[in-house]
């Protein structure tokens, strides 16, 4: 593992790390935010998964997340949104391919070499973070748009593993819109059965665990009616009754004007449940 950026932040070090990942057999960065704290204790981590088109930067420079995480004693971990580099399956489009990885294990060609965002997520990148940096094991995890819809659906597929999920303006049922249709059709083939497993509506139906959700969604937000449809997840946790917390705001997009100008009250909020 190599280091690659170092940069003071509110008295902590916002540094970003490149590393040879076993799970997706390519290099693969990481932004991890260490706050002051973090000098003398071992402290709750908040991954946070960013959606189409994102590096680990598009966290790091525009959400503002570090101020919050200094205040609380909160590690916060970013990773890349897919495999990367010469080899590394591609598409023209935006919403496939390298910066689009959706956060599942791929099945088809020419994706299932590399496409494994949901084991690298859920389990090579803890595992490296907890024996790299000092973390106490305690984790959260959070995320906008695609990243969202990455955020729920691991919280909500490996009960116990997580204290705190929220979202901002996530994908909340993909396999029943176009940008979910899209990449589930390519990574994981025709069988719709299978895609049930990766949207947070279809998971709620046999959910163990009732950790609360907190989603935010801006009314302004250009995907809204098409791709996001939050309101299918208050229907799925009300058949389920499941906890959740949704927020509309009028007059917020997509953009991270909207993530930087409330992830101060999540970050609260994780902190809150991880230490608690």
């Known amino acids: 593992m190599e280091r690659i950026e170092h940069r003071t932040c509110f008295g902590g070090w916002q540094d970003v790390y490149r590393h040879d990942s076993a799970a997706l057999g390519c290099a693969m960065n990481f ?49 890349d949104t897919s495999p990367r580099g010469e080899g590394v399956a591609d598409d023209p489009a935006y919403d496939l391919g390298q910066g689009a990885g959706f956060y599942v294990n791929a099945t088809q060609q020419p994706w299932a070499a590399h496409y494994r965002m949901h084991d690298y997520v859920a389990e090579e990148l803890p595992a490296l973070v907890e024996a790299a940096f000092p973390a106490n094991g305690v984790r959260g995890i959070s995320g906008h748009s695609m990243g969202g819809h990455g955020a729920l659906t691991i919280a909500l597929r490996h009960p116990g593993r997580y204290r705190s999920v929220s979202a901002f303006a996530p994908i909340v049922a993909p396999a029943q819109v176009p940008w979910g249709e899209k990449a589930f059709t390519a990574y994981l083939g025709p069988d719709r059965a299978d895609w049930a497993r990766h949207d947070a509506t279809e998971l709620l139906k046999t959910a163990t665990e009732r950790l609360p959700l907190l989603v935010d969604q801006g009314e302004a937000d250009e995907f809204l009616a098409v791709q996001l449809k939050p309101e299918r997840l208050r229907e799925a946790c009300a058949a389920a009754d499941h906890p959740l917390t949704l927020r509309l705001h009028p007059g917020y997009d997509h953009s991270y004007y909207f993530v930087a100008s409330f992830i101060g009250e999540h970050v609260a909020w994780h902190a809150k449940a991880m230490k608690g």
Do not use: D, M
């Open 31 to 79: 932004a991890v935010y260490l706050p002051p704290q973090a000098q003398k204790n071992r402290l709750p981590v908040l991954y946070w998964l960013s959606g189409l088109t994102c590096t680990e930067q598009n966290f790091i420079t525009k959400a503002g997340a570090q101020r919050y995480a200094a205040e609380h004693g909160v590690i916060l971990v970013a990773p």
